[in-house]
């Protein structure tokens, strides 16, 4: 706190000044965020470009045959086996991100318009369960469901059934369950956001102007939470259709879906460009879907009002 | 007539939640109430209670290499994502650059991409690169998926942080760095803090990119996944998961009250300033 405190004053705003100079802000953030940015460019970028490199090459026993070719894909939308599992993938995850949505919505509202002070408690008894293994969970889904499981069991304790059921686990309903239940908390999230940006006095000024609750929440609330709809749809449609656990768990032969077929290339079947091609396409079709699923909800967003 | 219709609509909306969190909970809840169930089949009614299945796993050599696995993967991923998420939290909530948005768009993409993509992609590049699958090349994979999450917090933490303290401290004479450690560093460790938790979790918890990344050595879900196949090793798995079940909430629970610390506090100051 002496000599060198009295010089560094000066010395420290001329420095400053230079360095604001030197290192406009773009410069310095873009150099910030580069060591992230290029773990996600070699990583993840390059990753998928190599995928959709060799979704055009032919596996020819241990070695790639290099030669461009659309051979994978023919495959892969034209055989029955992969045309079944991208169809079922697909049905199985709208439906899914259809019931999770459904299911998310009254309890999205109940916390921003009902919440009071308890909003974040409520957040966050909700996502917890969510940070809890996935693999643990579904696995739980195993033991409820399974012919010796919980559901079966209790149901013949009550005398409901006589005898275990063995249409509850091991096919398609078991993992639309299952994705259900495992992917709850990452509907709820979007809803809530947008639903805490709705002016609360735009829906009191429908109730004045004579709306009932009904109607001013038919005609304000839930246009003006589209928007977390929407992502609450997408973040539980995208990552669904791709999903291996659930299905290799508590699907069966009935519940296979493409992540199976696409593991399986990689593994057994040993033949990366047909699994590439299945992985390009998975992802092709989902993109597709999701911004079908945005115009859609837009429009009758714009309907609604 | 209306506050009784309110209160109605208000119970039947309050009676749902309490449904919705019983269904978020029930499935859940079955692992540890079966873990110490004396049947080795999980159904009603229960038989007894036991602590035996929980005596078994520590004289388990192969579940006690998995643990350690797990957590040197786990404290590996949870800090080198916490470094790069820290990198670009500040980046994106500091500065101001074209290209911004789509590079954040790309760092957060994980999230949003099939798990199995991401999986089977960086499998592939591996393999080319010739180099061999083992704890490392899990780290590399748990990384990527934590990022985003890591960014999640860091952001949150780093917003509403008032610039101008950082700039006072500058002109008081501190260095770059000295700036960094004792007046940013302090205001955002909480959040920094919870980063680590959440991403350790997340790596902690993570199967599919472990099982297609990993060489012969197992982390703890690619153990369970393997004692799955085996029904007599059902309770065993039940008092394992529990247990993993256990350390998830108590961690997530600590990096909540820290996340919830940092909001505040900066929210505070930032208050205070404005």
């Known amino acids: 706190m002496t000599a060198a405190a009295e010089g560094s004053p000066a010395f420290g705003m001329t420095r400053a000044r230079r360095n604001a100079l030197l290192q406009s802000e773009p410069v310095q953030g873009f150099a910030l965020i580069s060591p992230t940015f290029l773990y996600a460019l070699i990583l993840l970028v390059l990753p998928i470009l190599v995928v959709i490199a060799h979704s055009f090459w032919t596996q020819n026993y241990l070695t790639i045959d290099r030669t461009f070719t659309l051979e994978n894909y023919r495959i892969a939308l034209t055989e029955p086996i992969y045309r079944d599992l991208l169809w079922r993938s697909l049905y199985i995850s709208l439906t899914v991100s259809f019931f999770t949505v459904v299911l998310a919505y009254p309890i999205a509202y109940f916390i921003s318009f009902h919440g009071g002070r308890h909003k974040s408690l409520w957040l966050f008894l909700i996502t917890i369960p969510f940070w809890t293994s996935y693999l643990l969970r579904v696995m739980s889904w195993k033991v409820i469901l399974g012919y010796n499981g919980v559901l079966n069991s209790g149901l013949m304790g009550l005398g409901v059934i006589d005898e275990p059921s063995t249409a509850l686990l091991y096919n398609s309903s078991a993992v639309i369950i299952t994705l259900t239940h495992a992917w709850a908390a990452f509907a709820i999230l979007p809803i809530f956001v947008s639903l805490e940006k709705v002016d609360r006095t735009l829906v009191e000024a429908a109730k004045d102007l004579g709306d009932g609750p009904i109607r001013s929440f038919l005609r304000v609330t839930l246009p003006l939470s589209a928007p977390g709809v929407i992502s609450a749809a997408l973040i539980v449609m995208i990552p669904t259709v791709g999903d291996y656990v659930t299905p290799k768990l508590v699907g069966g032969k009935d519940g296979v879906m493409i992540a199976n077929a696409i593991q399986a290339q990689f593994g057994k079947a040993s033949n990366w460009p047909l699994g590439a091609a299945l992985s390009v396409t998975t992802m092709l079709i989902v993109t597709l879907i999701a911004g079908a699923t945005v115009l859609i909800l837009r429009t009758a967003q714009r309907l609604a009002r | 007539m209306t506050a009784m219709r309110r209160f109605l609509a208000n119970g039947w909306l309050s009676a749902y939640a309490f449904l919705y969190v019983v269904f978020l909970y029930l499935p859940v809840i079955f692992l540890p109430i079966f873990s110490v169930n004396t049947a080795a089949t999980p159904k009603f009614p229960l038989s007894g209670f036991t602590l035996k299945w929980y005596e078994d796993l520590p004289r388990t050599p192969a579940l006690l290499d998995a643990a350690w696995n797990s957590l040197v993967v786990g404290v590996s991923a949870a800090i080198l994502s916490t470094v790069l998420g820290i990198l670009a939290a500040r980046s994106i909530t500091r500065y101001r650059y074209p290209g911004r948005r789509a590079i954040n768009g790309l760092i957060m993409a994980p999230l949003v991409l099939p798990e199995i993509i991401v999986a089977i992609s960086l499998l592939l590049v591996i393999l080319q690169l010739g180099l061999s699958l083992s704890l490392f090349t899990v780290v590399l994979g748990h990384v990527l998926v934590s990022i985003p999450y890591s960014m999640t917090v860091l952001t949150a933490g780093f917003e509403g942080f008032d610039r101008s303290l950082e700039e006072a401290s500058a ?104």
């Not at chain 2, 920094?192 to 599919?208: K, M, P, Q």
């Not at chain 2, 108590?250 to 996340?259: H, K």
Request: hydrophobic share 55%; charged share 15%; aromatic share 10%.
């Open chain 2, 171 to 274: 002109d008081l004479g501190e260095s770059a760095f000295g700036t960094f450690r004792r007046v940013t560093l302090p205001m955002v460790a909480p959040a920094i803090i919870s980063s680590l938790l959440v991403c350790f979790t997340i790596s902690l918890d993570e199967f599919l990119i472990a099982f297609f990344l990993t060489g012969t050595e197992a982390t703890l879900p690619i153990y369970i996944w393997g004692q799955l196949r085996f029904a007599s090793k059902l309770p065993g798995v039940l008092a394992l998961g529990t247990l993993l079940l256990a350390a998830s909430f108590l961690l997530m629970t600590v990096a909540e009250i820290l996340r919830r610390h940092a909001a505040k506090r900066t929210q505070n100051e930032g208050g205070l300033y404005a």
